[in-house]
Structures are given as C-alpha cells and as structure tokens.
C-alpha cells in the first residue's frame, strides 16, 4: 500500500492544536453508537486489533459473532458526501486521503477474508 510523502507541516500553530485535538478514539459519534449498543444490552469490545495487523483495530467488536463496526470520520475517511479537502498543502492531503480510503479497503478485505462482516458508518 502506498504511503503519503512526510508532512509538509501545519500551515498555523492554530490549526495544529486543533488537529492534536482529534481523538482517534472515544470520541463522540462513536461513544454515542457503544452507549446505545450496551443500553440495548449488547457486550463488545473497543479498540480491537485487526488480526495480524499491529497498527490497525475495530473500533467496535463482536468477536464470537466476527462482526466489525468501524464509526469512520468524514474527513479522515474523505466521506463523498462531506468531503474537504483542505486549501494548505492542499497535493499532500489528496494523496493522504486517498491513503486512508486504500487502507480501509484493505483492512476491509482483510477481514472478509477471515469470515468477518465489516459495517463502516
């Protein structure tokens, strides 16, 4: 899988601290999807490591059953729908986002071929 050319480095310290932010877990959308899921009575696991992949995990797990729920981010996930690409070191983000489609379809097949289900929101 191709990997993106190092950071061209932040166009503000503003935007930086914004960007230090981001929680690359636990963060709203998916901690409102776990307190529905174990309201409902449902037992998961977070951050689950994809088999075989070091760097890689299922946000939400239901191992017995091999279903794998990912709560993919708009902009890290370049969504179709609400997707901005950013107009500062704007060459570097396209490919960098291009990166991150690539790697969610790879993990994706990964999976399948390992007889999960894959749901990504």
């Given at each position: 899988m191709p990997t993106p050319p190092p950071h061209p480095g932040s166009s503000s310290?503003?935007?930086t601290a914004r960007m230090r932010r981001?929680?690359?877990r636990d963060?709203?959308?998916?901690?409102?999807?776990?307190?529905r899921l174990h309201a409902a009575g449902l037992r998961y696991r977070v951050a689950f490591r994809v088999p075989g992949q070091?760097?890689?995990?299922?946000d939400i797990a239901f191992t017995r059953v091999k279903l794998?729920?990912?709560i993919d981010g708009c902009f890290?996930?370049?969504?179709?729908e609400h997707l901005h690409i950013p107009r500062a070191n704007s060459a570097w983000w396209v490919v960098k986002l291009e990166t991150n489609q690539l790697r969610d379809?790879?993990?994706t097949a990964q999976l399948e071929g390992m007889g999960w289900?894959?749901?990504r929101f």
């Open positions: 310290m503003e935007l981001v929680r690359k963060n709203g959308p998916e901690m409102a999807v776990r307190r070091r760097r890689r995990s299922i794998a729920v990912f890290w996930h370049a969504c179709p379809l790879s993990v289900t894959v749901l």
